[in-house]
């Protein structure tokens, strides 16, 4: 179905109209009246404004708190825009659904207690919903707009938006609420963007009270452990003053396990905003320092797995050195070390560049032409007319999350060259950032006149593809590129035996001397 | 007292007389009768070739090696070079004293009995010492000339002096004895420089025996745990065929303790070549990263150890995040990178640029750069004419090891703006690599007239200096840098309130709001 002006369509193909003004003020009212009373049983009001990947999950969690005596904590009023782009999100939580899919079922549990059971969670498209708050967390996106520059200078960041998110809390709140921004931000945006645009918002309203804003980052991690990953792991948190701060860290222990996971208070907005932008940068790097290695790696015949294997049994230094794969996607590590720069740059003053880092992105953005470049080769001829399968669309394992995946780059290329390109993914049907490509759910439709694979994403089913189960699937299948050691030596062997052409990223034998070679060395 | 060119000076300032040819040869007969009675009880003989940190170390352990009855498993002879660079090495064992001042005790201990007490430990400068081993294990150095580069083409290395190592085994050994290069080489050594050589050398003598050579990179850290880094840690090997790799294993597994650290075998040499090369140059870029990073915080205020103490509590991906400090010394952090640059562009014939190791490299490189740039601001005034004194010349805490010191680069640039430079260390008496340097052991010398302090290592007499012990030291002190945030917050803020003007690497604080502000904050 064609997604149209008044429609806003779901990543599992559902699709919902969006509203009318009538319908939504009705439904604020009734939110209104469901706060007033949640107020009256002692629970306080938290507005989560963005039902994205980390604002929803956020928001299942805070209705999930429990005061001593087992009782709902809050009252979580969800808010997202009456958009194409976003209101399936505020539609799915309205019915008690989950806006993503998630191998976490406790996401699924979470939604449906707080929407159905205990009538404690909904959502909201109506920005007068700020007001009812005692706490606003803001989880609305705040994205790079170009992840590959070649200058600091031209990198371009979506700040409207956010300002705009600003704006409307700012127009709404109560004096006395806190502000908490969960979104990953440049650095120097909660003191120079955030904190200027509540004030100014507040003083149209004769509001002087001092502003209670705070920046506590989330690291929320979509998967199997999407709820622990909020509710039972390490959170920062900073505030424009100490009131901000000790009430940023009060709200936080509400319903994060700080026994186990005790927080950390950092000195300014800025140093949060710094922590997490350094963390996934940090991991960034260290991806790309093996991408650039994997390169060498295969050129001079070694095999990538093995030597990193050798290498972090060395507990402490480097235990956490990556492995070869395809690539770097998902929202956060393609574009935070930009956010820094960023920041640094237009917002602070500052004019260090961070060449090397920056550096690393640009390994990182490229990465999925390495597995191009070993497709080519093993095929030996060109790609144009070939029917190439790619398996995994998505940029994380048993996770149907397409942000900035770096299947987009090898299907672009592949198309580019003339290849006919078949897509799977079991957990997408619809890839929103490339929407005019189709993704097969049935694994038999996307192989079954395939001439050459790609093996993108360690997704489970792929890894238990067999050699003859691969040849019953795609009879005319001739090479196939690994790009995340996914197959075992069995596999690749008994394949190669029977004339498959094989590469794999990160393994060199594979390509200079044959994998028979290496198995018997 | 000045080296001549028949003199032989250690690091200590012990100066010895390099030996005329007689006495070498009268050495060698008895070193040789000794090898003789040696083999005779059943131990093995092994060369170690090189008497570096790593190959005086090695020898030591392997001398201590026992078998089931405690009788030394080995007669172990160090080969050096009687040249005034090298000799002095080969007196010290030769008087039963380490090489090289450790913190390990051990190691003068395992020196000590095997020079002394079991006379299973010798030294010699002849090379037909390597014609009575079973076993050669060669720690000769191989390194880069330019540690700093533009371009992969522009690095140098020393290969000469390698190649002209491995052609005087060549010459010498037996055709079954193992060659076992512990040396960092670069990818491709193994294979191409050192087995076509000693195959060119044995053929000129008639030996059409395969040749047995082995690549097993060492892990020596000096350091406190100095033997243990030997005996009791990770190691990787790997042969040239199926013979050597074993006879490797086999010879490593007894002196190290693969019952609790297993040895890992790998396929190939220039595998174990690239493992060790890329281990290390995974350090160096974390370090890199975190100084770039370090620029940024410190312009835009924030407290770089505060945020990253608040991320190291992420287990297992983010906990050997690195600290800012001073910069990046000793041996192979340094250099490693560009051998493999060099050995995959040379040797191997990949046409791979490290592009992100290398820029790594460089902001390692000119890490000391920013600790000047810290004392000109807090200095705010030209260094010309300016008493500055510096702690700490060696690279590495409660070592005397001034390899590639990052404050070569700080004594080399504060003379070159007309500072007035005096040096402290406890442990170097003698800086090999900048032989007109003075460096003091008596503190209260080197900072009598000081006017600016450096803190450059946290040696640990440094890190206790306090407030009312640094002004006694130094009456007319003005400023301080400390680079290795050596300094507690107490000694800083009483410091400040005195006057003193401070600044901290990674200490954004420091430089922006004061020290108060951020106390108090």
């Known amino acids: 179905m064609t997604p149209s002006a008044r429609t806003s369509c779901a990543p599992d193909g559902a699709s919902y109209s969006l509203p009318d003004a009538a319908a939504e003020a009705a ?194 991690m979509p998967g199997p452990q999407y709820m622990a990953s909020i509710r ?38 800025t140093a949060t905003e710094m922590a997490k932008l350094l963390e996934n940068s940090y991991r960034a790097v260290n991806i790309a320092f093996i991408h650039e290695w994997t390169r060498l790696a295969e050129q001079v015949g070694v095999n990538l797995f093995d030597v990193i294997d050798s290498i972090r049994v060395r507990q402490g230094t480097h235990d956490n050195i990556r492995l070869p794969g395809f690539g770097v996607g998902g929202y956060c590590l393609t574009k935070d070390a930009l956010l820094a720069q960023w ?38 001829d060109s790609l144009r007319g070939k029917r190439v399968t790619v398996l995994g669309v998505s940029y994380l394992p048993e996770v149907g999350d397409t942000r900035s995946t770096p299947t987009e780059m090898l299907v672009a290329d592949l198309e580019q060259a003339g290849a006919l390109v078949r897509l799977h993914d079991p957990y997408v049907s619809r890839w929103a950032e490339r929407s005019h490509a189709s993704v097969a759910r049935d694994l038999s439709a996307a192989m079954a006149d395939a001439q050459a694979l790609v093996l993108a994403v360690p997704h489970k089913p792929y890894r238990e593809l067999d050699a003859a189960r691969l040849r019953r699937l795609a009879p005319q299948l001739a090479a196939i590129v690994d790009a995340q050691n996914m197959m075992n030596d069995q596999t690749a062997a008994s394949l190669r035996a029977a004339g498959m052409r094989l590469a794999g990223v990160g393994k060199g034998h594979w390509r200079r001397l044959g994998y028979q070679e290496r198995a018997g060395s």
Chains 1, 2 share one sequence.
């Open 343 to 380: 920041g640094g740059l237009h917002l602070l003053g500052s004019d260090v560049t961070l060449e090397m880092t920056l550096q690393a992105l640009r390994v990182n953005y490229f990465m999925p032409r390495h597995t191009l470049g070993l497709l080519t080769e093993v095929l030996d």
């Open 232 to 269: 039972r792991f390490w959170r920062s948190y900073s505030g424009l003053d100490d009131a901000s701060a000790e009430a940023a860290g009060a709200f936080l222990g509400s319903f994060v396990d700080t026994a186990t996971f005790p927080l950390r208070r950092l000195a300014t907005t």
């Open 27 to 220: 439904s604020m009212r009734d939110v209104f009246a469901r706060a007033v009373q949640a107020r009256q049983k002692g629970q306080g009001v938290v507005v989560v404004q963005g039902l994205g990947f980390v604002g929803s999950a956020v928001a299942a969690v805070i209705a999930d708190a429990r005061d001593e005596q087992g009782h709902p904590r809050y009252f979580v009023i969800g808010v997202d825009l009456a958009s194409p782009a976003s209101f399936w999100k505020v539609a799915k939580l309205r019915d008690g659904l989950v806006p993503f899919p998630s191998p976490d079922a406790e996401f699924d549990r979470l939604i449906r207690r707080g929407v159905v059971d205990m009538r404690n969670l909904c959502a909201a498209t109506d920005e007068t919903a700020y007001g009812l708050a005692d706490v606003i967390v803001v989880d609305v996106g705040l994205d790079v707009e170009n992840r590959h520059v070649d200058q600091p200078a031209d990198i371009r960041i979506g700040l409207p938006a956010f300002e705009s998110a600003l704006r409307a809390v700012g127009r709404n709140m109560q004096p006395h609420a806190l502000v908490m921004v969960e979104t990953t931000v440049p650095i120097g945006a909660c003191e120079h963007v955030a904190a200027p645009l509540l004030r100014e918002e507040r003083a149209r309203r004769g509001i002087t009270d001092s502003l209670k804003l705070a920046h506590a980052y989330e690291r929320v």
